[in-house]
């Protein structure tokens, strides 16, 4: 069945320093792919998207490429802020017709000051 | 984008009883789907409601313990059965863009604690 694999965290970086996080993926099909963010006390929200191989999603300095090749969807930040200190959920969505999410555990990210 | 409103956003209840959470949507929608995130956990789907049919329930999640109503296109609920400590949780529904790109929208959640 599908799945998704994340990186575990938490992961602690300082203001300014460059983010990575993996994700992976196991699928039929072509999945579209997902990263969702839930800061501290809120709901999820969607922070990029990619439907079809070699998609590079991005929004707000966030960038992750639809890698067929390695199945891997890793979510990247050149310089992160304190204000992006959330948990971070990789997903990708049944293409079958039911629209199922299937997620990631989430990384925990921490960004001091 | 849809607006998908959940209440209750938040409750403390007592073991034994049960609770229902409300979700509301903005507009039309076929499906509709419920999600249980665990203290610190991922996000797992617990059944699909269909407007006009039964609700489909993923493997570990039963109708007596969940039973969903979808009465319209744009409300359903959820109810929690006979709780346990181990069903506290945050408790989302979600909803499809169904257009063409498959991104899904999520209410705000309901944080249940049950003590």
């Known amino acids: 069945g599908n799945s998704v694999t994340q990186m575990e965290g938490p992961v602690t970086l300082s203001e300014e320093a460059f983010l990575t996080i993996n994700c992976t993926y196991t699928?039929?099909?072509?999945?579209?792919l997902f990263w969702y963010v839930q800061y501290p006390g809120e709901g999820l929200q969607l922070l990029l998207k990619?439907?079809?191989?070699?998609d590079k999603g991005s929004n707000k300095g966030f960038e992750a490429t639809y890698r067929k090749e390695t199945t891997s969807f890793h979510l990247e930040k050149g310089s992160v802020q304190v204000s992006d200190s959330a948990v971070y959920f990789c997903?990708?969505?049944?293409?079958?017709?039911?629209?199922?999410?299937?997620f990631g555990t989430g990384t925990r990210l921490k960004v001091l000051a | 984008s849809a607006v998908i409103s959940q209440k209750p956003s938040r409750d403390i209840c007592q073991r034994g009883t049960s609770l229902t959470i409300q979700c509301q949507v903005d507009?039309?929608?076929?499906?509709m789907f419920w999600y249980r995130q665990q203290p610190g956990q991922s996000l797992t789907l617990i059944a699909t409601?269909?407007?006009?049919?039964?609700?489909?329930?993923e493997s570990g999640f039963v109708i007596d313990k969940f039973p969903i109503s979808r009465p319209n296109l744009t409300f359903s609920t959820l109810t929690v059965s006979n709780m346990s400590p181990e069903d506290s949780s945050i408790y989302l529904c979600?909803?499809?863009?169904?257009?063409?790109?498959?991104?899904?929208?999520f209410g705000q959640g309901t944080r249940l604690t049950v003590v």
């Open positions: 997903a990708l969505s049944d293409t079958s017709g039911t629209y199922k999410y299937i």
């Open positions: 409601a269909n407007q006009g049919s039964e609700a489909t329930y």
């Open positions: 979600s909803v499809p863009n169904g257009q063409g790109v498959t991104e899904a929208f």
């Open positions: 699928a039929t099909g072509y999945p579209s």
């Open positions: 507009s039309q929608v076929t499906m």
């Open positions: 990619a439907t079809k191989a070699d």
